[in-house]
């Protein structure tokens, strides 16, 4: 029904299986079908596995793949634009994760660094951030690493047998998020900021949230981590003034001073 032809072997060793010889019919799926999945092979490819993805795509692309990338309407691309051992990073896992091979990693914590020996199973792109999905040894349960605080791995010649997986949850991550339209205890954020920073403000927290007045610019949003808001506002340097809340205010201002009297001793 499906289109396959199939054939049934009688007798021990027996069974079911598609007639020898058989090639999947390219044309069973549409354009729209084939662009689909070659967008998702590209963006595997800009993580460092061009020659494995290219090989692939030559074998079923329905025609160039110019051409495809060319009247496609989204394009995705996961490298770094700097020059970092970021790639040579993924490449590693993901054979790790491939061969069943154990990962030793040195991993920041907000509180300290440990040492531990991994059981890698996937690799998850979530928001802007790399996580790892793994099995902890040191903890003795599935973790979610986040992939930029490993400082230093090691590729182990130990195997391990894969163990049943979940799908892992973001639930303890969502408290990240500061802009939050629908949330209980949330704080509502005004920042000011001058025209001439606009720009750099935009790369950084995206144009969703901005408002202009005359004089100034106006970033207004709502959100329930007011600690992770102050955090990222101090990134921003000199680019922003927290208007209000007044907890926010203090907050920064107190970190600001605390930033000067290190400077002055």
Not at 76 to 101: G, P, T
Request: with cysteine; glycine share 4%; aromatic share 12%.
């Amino acid at each position: 029904m499906a289109g396959f032809p199939i054939v049934s072997t009688p007798g021990y060793g027996g069974g079911i299986s598609i007639v020898e010889g058989y090639r999947f019919d390219k044309n069973l799926l549409s354009s729209e079908d084939w662009e689909q999945i070659l967008i998702g092979l590209n963006a595997i490819k800009t993580m460092g596995d061009n020659e494995k993805i290219e090989y692939l795509i030559g074998r079923i692309a329905p025609k160039d793949i110019q051409t495809i990338n060319e009247q496609s309407d989204i394009m995705i691309d996961l490298s770094q634009w700097y020059d970092d051992d970021a790639q040579e990073l993924f490449v590693d896992i993901r054979s790790a994760i491939n061969n069943r091979q154990l990962l030793s990693i040195d991993y920041q914590t907000k509180s300290s660094s440990t040492h531990r020996e991994i059981e890698p199973y996937k690799l998850i792109f979530k928001e802007r951030d790399w996580y790892l999905y793994a099995f902890c040894r040191l903890r003795n349960e599935f973790r979610l690493f986040k992939v930029n605080r490993i400082s230093s791995y090691k590729l182990i010649n130990t195997y391990f047998i894969p163990q049943k997986i979940t799908l892992p949850s973001f639930e303890g991550l969502v408290e990240r998020q500061i802009f939050q339209k629908a949330a209980k205890n949330k704080y509502h954020v005004i920042l000011e900021f001058d025209f001439q920073d606009k720009e750099f403000l935009i790369q950084t927290l995206g144009a969703l949230n901005f408002k202009t007045t005359e004089n100034k610019g106006v970033i207004d949003f709502q959100t329930t981590n007011i600690e992770y808001t102050a955090n990222l506002i101090l990134s921003l340097q000199d680019k922003v003034k927290v208007i209000s809340p007044p907890e926010l205010y203090e907050r920064v201002l107190s970190t600001i001073c605390k930033m000067k009297m290190l400077y002055e001793r």
